[in-house]
């Protein structure tokens, strides 16, 4: 059940606290519970609920907030709540009326509010909370300048503005690296211990317990595993030998349920397991019959089958195994277009990026910066036709005689593509996308969106603190500022 807040939120001098005084205004926590617009999609929330029957859940407004705490400090489920329930301006950010020493929720709520809030919605969120943002800043501008929103809104629609900067990354899953004889000796020991729970559950005297051989798998798999750099031989030898293995225990399950055993009797988490060793075993059967090193859709964990192989020719990693995603970035915020566990083509994404940068912003961007990948031709073509300069090099033979103003001009436009490459890093050294840490496939893309909104709130943040200095600056600071050199 549902109960949505009908009453506006508490003004910060009305928060109770068990000690004299009250939240300061300027706190970082109550500056950014300004900024999301969350009663914009409480609708679209409570629909998931029934209307009268169950406990009240928590919410939109807790929910989405206690994600932003846990991704904004680099906590985990559990110190998230730990931190929510010493600090109080945590728990006016929440949405509650005054301090409490007790826990608002427990730990496990933070899964459920994962699995809730979809990445559309985030996403969402995202785009309104930063266009009401520049909204209020052009607003603020045109009282200053004494300009008309339509003057102004005639000027946009007759040229294109901004800079937009388009670029892809990927987000490494928290796996273990894998190999295929590590993947099939991790399938056997699976099916290893499904078949001691249907054996032990059916209570048969008459029929003797399979004989598995895993103390013999294990020996071999080592015996392989454990060398500095076995030869290609070895290695589709010791192969060969899980698969045989692998294939005898399948064999047994199918057996023990024809003399009565039930798949019922193990867990949603084992029957899972079970439907992917079947997978793995075929796609494995499959590379070795046919000397392959690659297959489609290609599993690559066992708790984690969402997860794919993703080529990305690094230096350091050449092969990235979790998400790929196509973000866009301007004045600053950035955004995330697109998301796939399977290897795409980003370059097939700035058509949409830039007419999404048209309907957010109401015009075309002067020029947008990318890497090579992104300038085809069509996509050139595209962009000429709009009047839109893409960055780099012309396609063809490089010239000979490269005049001084292009020269500058490529190294601005590497310069203002490093942004997109610095959110990147942003989200990767400051935040946790560097190991995304969530299990499920639905949950990890709600945790990676949630993170582009916390850095968009960071930005607007930096905006607030910046505007303040300059006004104080100009309002206290007598002294005149020289410059030396």
Not at 32 to 61: H, T, V
Not at 124 to 142: G, L
Not at 219 to 239: G, H, N
Not at 449 to 458: C, D, R
């Amino acid at each position: 059940m549902y109960r949505k807040i009908e009453n506006p939120p508490t003004p910060i001098e009305k928060f109770e606290l068990p000690f004299e005084g009250q939240l300061a205004e300027d706190n970082r926590w109550v500056i950014m519970a300004n900024f999301i617009p969350w009663s914009e999609f409480e609708d679209e929330y409570a629909q998931q609920f029934r209307i009268e029957m169950g406990a009240p859940a928590k919410s939109f407004r807790t929910a989405i907030r206690a994600l932003i705490i846990k991704e904004r400090l680099g906590l985990s489920d559990r110190e998230t709540v730990e931190q929510i329930r010493e600090n109080p301006y945590l728990q006016y950010f929440i949405g509650l009326n005054k301090y409490s020493n007790e826990a608002p929720f427990e730990a496990s709520m933070l899964v459920h509010f994962r699995q809730r809030i979809d990445i559309e919605l985030v996403n969402r969120m995202n785009q309104s909370m930063v266009k009401n943002s520049r909204e209020e800043e052009s607003e603020e501008a045109n009282e200053k300048k004494l300009l008309f929103l339509e003057e102004k809104k005639k000027l946009n629609e007759e040229r294109n503005q901004g800079k937009l900067k388009l670029d892809a990354t990927c987000i490494p899953a928290d796996i273990k690296y894998p190999t295929d004889l590590g993947l099939l000796n991790e399938a056997r020991e699976q099916t290893e211990e499904i078949i001691d729970i249907l054996y032990e559950e059916l209570d048969d005297n008459e029929n003797k317990k399979p004989r598995t051989y895993r103390n013999t798998a294990r020996k071999e798999y080592l015996d392989v595993a454990k060398k500095r750099r076995p030869s290609k031989k070895q290695r589709r030898k010791a192969v060969k030998k899980q698969l045989g293995y692998l294939k005898r225990n399948l064999a047994h399950i199918d057996r023990l349920i024809a003399v009565g055993a039930k798949l019922e009797w193990l867990s949603s988490q084992k029957y899972k397991i079970l439907l992917v060793v079947n997978q793995v075993y075929r796609q494995q059967l499959f590379m070795y019959e046919n000397s392959l090193s690659r297959v489609d859709d290609r599993i690559v964990s066992l708790t984690q089958p969402h997860v794919r192989p993703i080529v990305r020719g690094k230096a350091g990693s050449s092969v990235e195994f979790g998400a790929k995603l196509s973000a866009s970035c301007y004045e600053e915020y950035v955004f995330l277009d697109r998301i796939s566990w399977d290897n795409f083509n980003e370059s097939d994404d700035l058509k949409e990026q830039v007419e999404a940068f048209k309907a957010a912003t109401g015009y075309y961007p002067e020029s947008v910066h990318v890497d090579q990948i992104y300038r085809n031709k069509e996509n050139r073509k595209w962009c000429k036709e709009r009047g839109i300069r893409i960055s780099g090099p012309a396609l063809g033979r490089p010239a000979k005689n490269i005049s001084t103003e292009t020269k500058k001009q490529a190294q601005l436009d590497e310069r203002d593509r490093n942004c997109i490459e610095g959110k990147f890093g942003e989200a990767k050294r400051r935040y946790s996308l560097a190991r995304l840490m969530t299990k499920l496939s639905n949950t990890s893309e709600t945790a990676i969106a949630i993170t582009f909104l916390v850095m968009n709130l960071g930005a607007l943040l930096r905006r607030i603190i910046m505007t303040f200095f300059c006004i104080y600056f100009r309002k206290y600071c007598i002294y005149p500022v020289f410059r030396f050199g």
